[in-house]
């Protein structure tokens, strides 16, 4: 059956340091995967996208990594601040046109 | 820009009654997505929409949900009758065929609550 999985459980990581979420999938090939950061009463907002074709990301502190062969893809926030708290959510995209298969999300709180 | 915009932001109702929801889209977007979003299920794209045709509404739970997009820019979601059951955050979202990478853009949610 085609599954996407991320943490279900909350990460909590010390102010400063790196946090990693992972974004598991079976029996999908996506072309793209996408991370997206939701807050508590509002809708996810897009961060960052990355090809199949791709092995790494960047975008300031953030890092996403896509490895097809493990089929995960690791989402890092270097440097992490309280701020940076909140659910974090990948999605994969088949090239369907329109389509996003989403995970459940990881809620990520950094201590101060 | 504005955003996607929904309305309104909380909606609390008794069984039965009817509801509507509703999106502006961005401007110059031309896809549209409603999904339901719940602490057991996650996200569920209900229906999509592209050039204010509906594409792919297999997510639609029943007959009594059922969205519209009267024109380019605005869509509604309704239910009627709504059921306790019902009750989750719904989202819209657009995106442009000209972006594609299929970045979706959501709104704030409304909260549906019935009772």
């Known amino acids: 059956s085609q599954k996407i999985e991320q943490n279900s459980e909350a990460l909590n990581i010390q102010e400063g340091k790196t946090a990693t979420l992972t974004c598991n999938y079976t029996?999908?090939?996506?072309?793209?995967l996408q991370w997206y950061r939701q807050d508590p009463g509002r809708g996810p907002v897009f961060l960052l996208l990355?090809?199949?074709n791709e092995k790494e990301k960047r975008k300031e502190r953030l890092k996403v990594t896509f490895d097809t062969t493990l089929k995960q893809s690791l989402f890092h926030i270097t440097a992490s601040q309280p701020a940076d708290s909140a659910t974090y959510l990948c999605?994969?995209?088949?090239?369907?046109?329109?389509?996003?298969?989403w995970g459940a999300g990881t809620k990520l709180i950094i201590k101060p | 820009d504005a955003g996607v915009i929904q309305s309104p932001r909380h909606e609390v109702t008794e069984m039965g009654q009817e509801v509507t929801l509703r999106c502006k889209l961005i401007s110059g977007h031309n896809s549209l997505f409603w999904y339901r979003q719940t602490m057991m299920r996650g996200l569920e794209l209900l229906i999509y929409?592209?050039?204010?045709?509906?594409?792919?509404d297999s997510g639609m739970p029943e007959d009594r949900f059922s969205a519209k997009m009267p024109n380019a820019s605005f869509s509604t979601l309704k239910i009627q009758p709504s059921e306790p059951r019902d009750s989750a955050v719904y989202f819209c979202a657009s995106s442009s065929d000209r972006n594609a990478k299929n970045i979706q853009y959501f709104g704030a949610g409304t909260r549906l609550s019935v009772l």
């Open positions: 990355i090809r199949e």
């Open positions: 929409f592209n050039n204010n045709v509906p594409i792919d």
């Open positions: 999605a994969l995209d088949e090239d369907s046109n329109y389509q996003l298969i």
């Open positions: 029996n999908y090939s996506p072309a793209y």
